[in-house]
């Protein structure tokens, strides 16, 4: 699967989830999709830190509520997601 196609499949589910067409509107989720890939794929140290802060601690931090969704706030907030 090339990159393309994951982030056009999550903008897409994105799309869906926020009661939007699919089909028609998942251009405007390109961007939160590509955070959610960066937030999976390869957390910038900004991204980790903002987690680790949101959670009150490295001690599995990634099984506590607001870790994933703080990475990608902080992908989003910190201007991390170039499209290619």
């Known amino acids: ?3 393309e196609t ?4 999550v ?3 994105l799309s869906s989830l926020a009661g ?8 405007v989720f390109e961007t939160p999709a590509r955070a959610v890939i960066l937030a999976i794929r390869e957390p910038t140290r900004y991204m980790l830190d903002a987690a ?11 099984l506590k509520d607001g870790a994933w ?7 989003l907030a910190g201007d ?3 499209p290619d």
């Open 52 to 62: 680790t802060v949101a959670t009150g601690g490295r001690d599995e931090w990634l």
């Open 80 to 82: 991390l997601i170039e």
């Open 6 to 9: 994951m982030i056009e499949r």
């Open 69 to 75: 969704q703080t990475m990608i706030d902080a992908a």
């Open 20 to 27: 939007h067409d699919a089909d028609a509107d998942w251009t």
């Open 11 to 13: 903008a897409r589910t």
């Open 1 to 3: 699967m090339t990159d």
